[in-house]
């Protein structure tokens, strides 16, 4: 019998989950700052990496009546070729990430049906499904990028952590009306399972192929450029 790899799970260097994201993700892009990121080996080659942030709303954690230390949102998941099932990657991922931030009770993630998602990694896992988020404005901005309506505003100036930066225009950009993500639920305590229990409704079924291993983002060949190898 074929010997599986040896999968490791360590912190990955802005250098490596930039590659990684803009290399292995339909997204093309980073998330927004904060990050916490988590890259995956197997026999030491670097397969991609596994991102945690505060997320694009400030309200992610509010329904649950957690603090922003207590709470985080799974925004990336960037895979090359790889033998290890996605879902085992995200869950030691979680795994890393609770043994160091012990304080944390509870990871949300969202699935893209408008990229064929419906959270197929996230079913694999046993996350808890509460169903999709209302429909949102997106915009496209000049250079083709996809920009939530959180980080665009009417004067091209956007507060980020504290400090405005510059940003595209409304008026610069294209509004597309976007359907509801799929919202999943990982409660890191007991606590929190039972909190969130009565939320959980039926798992959404597939209408594309969702975002795993066997996705054709989520599987370049070895002609892609040289990705970084350590940590």
Not at 101 to 111: C, D, G, K, M, Q
Not at 116 to 129: E, R
Not at 147 to 172: A, E, L, P
Not at 205 to 225: F, L
Request: with cysteine.
């Amino acid at each position: 019998m074929p010997v599986k790899p040896e999968l490791k799970i360590d912190w990955a260097s802005h250098e490596a989950a930039k590659y990684a994201c803009l290399n292995w993700h339909y997204s093309k892009s980073m998330p927004v700052p904060p990050l916490v990121k988590i890259g995956a080996w197997e026999d030491s080659k670097f397969i991609g990496v596994v991102i945690f942030s505060r997320g694009a709303n400030n309200n992610l954690l509010k329904p649950f009546g957690l603090l922003q230390t207590e709470g985080c949102e799974l925004t990336r998941v960037a895979l090359t070729k790889h033998e290890s099932q996605v879902s085992r990657v995200v869950r030691l991922a979680m795994q890393f990430l609770k043994k160091k931030s012990p304080e944390l009770r509870l990871i949300v993630s969202f699935a893209d049906p408008t990229q064929g998602h419906h959270g197929g990694i996230y079913q694999a896992g046993n996350w808890t499904y509460t169903g999709k988020r209302p429909p949102t404005v997106e915009y496209i901005a000049p250079d083709g990028k996809q920009w939530h309506g959180r980080m665009v505003s009417k004067d091209g100036k956007k507060k980020v952590q504290g400090k405005y930066r510059d940003c595209w225009r409304t008026d610069q950009c294209e509004p597309i009306d976007r359907p509801g993500k799929h919202r999943y639920l990982m409660p890191l305590d007991a606590a929190m399972s039972e909190q969130i229990a009565p939320l959980a409704k039926p798992y959404p079924k597939r209408v594309k192929q969702a975002m795993t291993g066997d996705q054709p983002e989520q599987r370049r060949s070895d002609t892609d450029p040289p990705a970084p190898l350590h940590a």
